[in-house]
């Protein structure tokens, strides 16, 4: 018995180096007839260095592939054929662009996130910090959202401070999903109390830049409308923020009476001002003296009838759908009015204004611009305005 174990053995290491004559496999074919029990084993192993050799993966299981990992690896190889085609047109590829921008950010690491917001930090010192927000990310925690800027904030603060721990970083403000640019940022609950009740007092001022549908008329001016949240009825029943006048046009036409605002109505002013325009779009510096949930585009799309471009939660009043864009602005673009809904937001918090408080000395922070809302301009033919 012994000898057939040193036979099977010792020809089971020449089958794994594959250098048997035709004799020696003759032979290996009787003992296995004979012994079939005592060179299965080594018949298996043979099996699963040979899969290692023949380049297969090494994580290949003596059972074999389970249908868990084939099927992640052919959905693998699907996306990644799906990433390796390339666009027709330039417009699937304007498409696709878009269409990636407004994903990437919730499908990477917290981690990986705070760093691309360390990266665009915009001002330090020792109370406050501000830091550029991008696009698609909120500031705070929703259901179904993976990263909000409060979410990565503990491993943000620890990068700023140079990875020293105990180190804090508190919100002092809120901007929509959707909103790019400034946000600003306490090192300590006590800065972040002194600057949250100068916002609520009104004294910061803040500065936004937005790409309008429509050229506002008159090209300057301030909206004094208040604002209040209604629910719009329909097949698609949702709540909105919408206009609650204080004044409406006479019967005759004539003159303007007061009318009795409703109770839950806030006070909502806005100064704007025409930066630029190009055919039926415009560049338009927008003012914040109150800050009402989603006042600037409210304001813009029902106020003035100028909607700001990509805002499609106030492009239609009763239903939820993409905005409707004209054909000139579509072609500028290059898009199609059935892709419409890949248009970003384009409202930019471009410049803040922090008067001094405790010591703290009086700041004023500009942020660029990123990199979509500038495609957008050169190809509505939109230019900047000078930076005197």
């Known amino acids: 018995m012994s000898k057939f174990r040193f036979s099977c053995a010792l020809l089971s290491r020449h089958l794994n180096y594959r250098c048997l004559s035709h004799c020696d496999v003759e032979r290996t074919r009787i003992i296995c007839n004979v012994l079939p029990s005592l060179c299965t084993p ?56 878009l269409r990636r921008f407004s994903k990437q950010l919730q499908s990477v690491h917290p981690n990986v996130l705070a760093k691309a917001l360390y990266r665009g930090l915009v001002f330090q010192n020792q109370n ?19 990263n909000s800027i409060v979410g990565v904030m503990p491993v943000l603060a620890k990068i700023v401070a140079g990875m020293r721990t105990g180190s804090q970083l508190h919100v002092c403000h809120a901007l929509d999903k959707e ?46 409308i208040p604002i209040i ?8 029943p949702h709540f909105k923020m919408g206009l609650s006048p204080a004044f409406k046009v006479s019967g005759e036409g004539d003159d303007v009476i007061r009318v009795r605002s409703h109770r839950q109505a806030q006070a909502a002013v806005t100064q704007y001002r025409v ?3 190009s055919g039926s779009c415009s560049l338009v510096e927008l003012q914040l003296v109150t800050g009402i949930k989603h006042q600037l585009r409210v304001h813009m799309a029902h ?15 009763t239903k939820l759908a993409p905005q409707k864009l004209p054909e000139g602005v579509l072609g500028r673009l290059g898009l199609e009015q059935s892709k419409a809904r890949y248009v970003p937001l384009h409202l930019h918090a471009r410049q803040l204004t922090v008067p001094g408080f405790k010591g703290q000395p009086e700041i004023t922070v500009s942020c660029p611009l ?14 900047l305005p000078d930076k005197s």
């Open 275 to 277: 930066l630029d325009s």
């Open 42 to 97: 080594f018949t298996r192993e043979h099996a699963t260095i040979s899969q290692k050799e023949d380049g297969g993966s090494s994580t290949v299981s003596k059972r074999g592939l389970r249908a868990v990992d084939l099927a992640k690896k052919l959905r693998y190889e699907k996306e990644k054929q799906t990433d390796a085609q390339v666009p027709v047109s330039p417009l699937q590829r304007r498409v696709s662009e």
């Open 128 to 146: 406050l910090v501000v830091i550029n927000k991008p696009y698609g990310v909120p500031v705070y925690d929703a259901p179904g959202i993976r």
């Open 229 to 236: 949240e209604r629910e719009v009825v329909g097949p698609q």
């Open 370 to 383: 990123p990199k979509f809302f500038t495609t957008s301009l050169h190809r509505l033919k939109i230019s």
């Open 303 to 317: 106020a003035l009838g100028c909607p700001i471009l990509g805002d499609h939660k106030y492009a239609h009043w």
């Open 179 to 224: 909103t790019t640019g400034i946000l600003l940022l306490a090192r300590s609950e006590e800065i972040a109390d002194n600057v949250q009740r100068l916002f609520k007092a009104h004294q910061v001022e803040r500065k936004y830049w937005a790409v309008t549908v429509g050229v506002p008329v008159p090209s300057e001016g301030v909206i004094d």
